[in-house]
């Protein structure tokens, strides 16, 4: 068995908020087409921890958990004409875009916005606040635990 790792993934609240991944369990984390993302998540193994972020949000922030369930697999939206994801140069043969799928774990009491992320000094070297555009990044034990213990205090 692998060392647990841990990641942050951001989603727009109004595209796929943490609410429809309580609802449908688990979801492939498809859409991705970010090269550096991608190649975190073919990295992902099951059992791996997940900061669930709402980007895109007044404010945005960490709202909750998710854990990946399966190792990354091609991502079937790169192949279907009518997806906005499409990607022409993508064949089965040689997918160009995998997901991981992930489960939800729990809903935080306290979000933590982006803002209180910044202010944090045992946080200040996070990709989140260095390279915040990147929507799968990853983040260490300790940087995981004071998320976690700050949301739900």
Request: proline share 7%.
């Amino acid at each position: 068995m692998s060392e647990i790792k841990y990641w942050l993934m951001k989603s727009e609240p109004d595209t796929y908020p943490l609410e429809q991944l309580k609802k449908e369990k688990k979801s492939l984390w498809d859409g991705v087409r970010n090269y550096q993302a991608r190649n975190f998540m073919k990295e992902m193994n099951v059992g791996d921890q997940i900061l669930f972020y709402h980007s895109n949000a007044k404010p945005p922030g960490v709202v909750g958990l998710a854990q990946v369930s399966k190792k990354a697999v091609p991502d079937p939206t790169q192949f279907k004409k009518n997806s906005k994801y499409f990607d022409p140069k993508s064949t089965q043969e040689k997918p160009r875009w995998e997901c991981v799928e992930v489960k939800y774990k729990k809903t935080f009491k306290n979000m933590l916005s982006l803002n209180e992320v910044k202010e944090m000094k045992s946080l200040a070297d996070m990709p989140l606040v260095n390279r915040s555009r990147l929507s799968v990044q990853p983040v260490s034990k300790k940087q995981f635990d004071i998320i976690v213990k700050h949301c739900e205090s």
